[in-house]
């Protein structure tokens, strides 16, 4: 089972360019979200996504957007890269019903550096 | 406001010995709680969680958790530890109705052999 597949796996930017991090789950799941992992900081949510059509932000949401076109998909674009969004990515999924209701199931990240 | 606070960076145990990896949380209203592991370069994997119910959530690998309402904490433990429990642990929190869950700033748990 694929799971949360998420692409690329590293990316280097520089300053000002744009890109797109992709994130797709075959598991069917309602609740899609994008989380930015720092040193000390923890998991911070950046947007999230009860299902497709609806999206909403999270902690820290500036300079990133995002969409749902499909309940698989769920991109997170960067507009305009900046040093400080040098960060590990994560994609996650869950179900918002049933026996696995909330348990979020996470990709296996996205490393990007901006110079 | 939601927040989880994991108040020590590091822990570190002798493999054998019972282990204690502290979370106290503040939402309002009643929580979802979460506890999730991570290996290097790895993304996060489920543990075990509180919905509702008994205090004490038993989860995978022998781990459990106990949900303490008048402390506001869910401590995650293990009776023997082992050198593979070696890990980042992170603690979340989620209130019954709302759609945005929180994360602990992690802790490292060291098992020595």
Same mark, same amino acid.
């Given at each position: 089972?694929?799971?949360? +597949?998420?692409?690329?796996?590293?990316?280097?930017?520089?300053?000002?360019?744009?890109? +797109?991090?992709?994130?797709?789950?075959?598991?069917?799941?309602?609740?899609?979200?994008?989380?930015?992992?720092?040193?000390?900081?923890?998991?911070?949510?950046?947007?999230?996504?009860?299902?497709?059509?609806?999206?909403?932000?999270?902690?820290?949401?500036?300079?990133?957007?995002?969409?749902?076109?499909? +309940?698989?998909?769920?991109?997170?674009?960067?507009?305009?890269?900046?040093?400080?969004?040098?960060?590990?990515?994560?994609?996650?999924?869950?179900?918002?019903?049933?026996?696995?209701?909330?348990?979020?199931?996470?990709?296996?990240?996205?490393?990007?550096?901006?110079? | 406001?939601?927040?989880?606070?994991?108040?020590?960076?590091?822990?570190?145990?002798?493999?054998?010995?019972?282990?204690?990896?502290?979370?106290?949380?503040?939402?309002?209203?009643?929580?979802?709680?979460?506890?999730?592991?991570?290996?290097?370069?790895?993304?996060?994997?489920?543990?075990?969680?509180?919905?509702?119910?008994?205090?004490?959530?038993?989860?995978?690998?022998?781990?459990?958790?106990?949900?303490?309402?008048?402390?506001?904490?869910?401590?995650?433990?293990?009776?023997?530890?082992?050198?593979?429990?070696?890990?980042?642990?992170?603690?979340?929190?989620?209130?019954?109705?709302?759609?945005?869950?929180?994360?602990?700033?992690?802790?490292?748990?060291?098992?020595?052999?």
């Amino acid at each position: 089972n694929a799971g949360v +597949t998420q692409t690329p796996k590293f990316q280097v930017l520089k300053t000002g360019q744009s890109m +797109t991090l992709q994130c797709a789950q075959d598991m069917n799941h309602e609740y899609m979200s994008w989380y930015r992992q720092d040193p000390g900081m923890g998991l911070r949510l950046i947007h999230y996504s009860v299902g497709a059509g609806i999206t909403d932000q999270g902690e820290v949401p500036n300079g990133y957007n995002v969409s749902r076109s499909t +309940t698989e998909d769920f991109p997170l674009r960067l507009l305009s890269a900046a040093p400080s969004q040098t960060s590990v990515y994560f994609c996650a999924s869950s179900s918002i019903g049933g026996i696995a209701k909330n348990i979020q199931y996470f990709g296996a990240g996205t490393r990007l550096s901006v110079l | 406001a939601q927040s989880v606070a994991q108040p020590e960076d590091q822990v570190n145990v002798a493999e054998g010995n019972p282990l204690t990896v502290k979370c106290t949380y503040s939402v309002s209203g009643n929580p979802y709680l979460f506890w999730y592991v991570q290996y290097p370069n790895r993304g996060l994997q489920f543990l075990l969680k509180y919905i509702t119910g008994d205090n004490l959530v038993k989860g995978s690998y022998g781990f459990e958790a106990e949900f303490n309402k008048s402390q506001t904490s869910f401590h995650l433990k293990k009776p023997s530890a082992l050198v593979s429990d070696s890990a980042l642990y992170f603690c979340a929190v989620r209130a019954h109705n709302f759609n945005k869950f929180y994360f602990g700033s992690g802790t490292k748990l060291n098992v020595k052999p």
